[in-house]
Nanobody
């Protein structure tokens, strides 16, 4: 089973950017669809972005479309989530996860390996 470790979170001001990393070990990330989720206090886990296993298709939540971009470096076995123009409503724990199905899914229950998450706080 893949082990995932997220990094790159932090405290930023509105309008600033962050790049989150999701480093994989114990397997090859390119064999999975990779999803990014976030969870704010008191809210349900929300699908943010996904890249399919072939890396030729991505999908984004409407709330982040045009601001967030997901990518993958297969040589580094690492996925990334670039987040631009961050807003206070983006504050959450961000988690990456892999789906053994090659295609993306917005449903957390279809992902079988999760990282521990990295905290993103957006505040002035």
């Amino acid at each position: 089973q893949l082990q995932l470790v997220e990094s790159g979170g932090g405290l930023v001001r509105p309008g600033e950017s962050l790049i989150l990393s999701c480093s994989a070990s114990g397997g090859t990330l390119a064999n999975y669809a990779t999803g990014w989720f976030r969870q704010a206090p008191g809210k349900e886990r929300e699908a943010v972005a996904c890249m399919n296993a072939r890396a030729d298709s991505t999908s984004y939540a409407d709330s982040v479309k045009g601001r967030f971009t997901t990518s993958r470096d297969s040589a580094q076995n690492t996925a990334y989530l670039r987040m631009n123009n961050l807003q206070p409503e983006d504050t959450a724990i961000y988690l990456c996860a892999v789906n053994p199905d090659y295609s993306c899914s917005g449903f957390p229950q279809t992902y079988d390996s999760w990282g521990q998450g990295t905290q993103v706080n957006v505040s002035s």
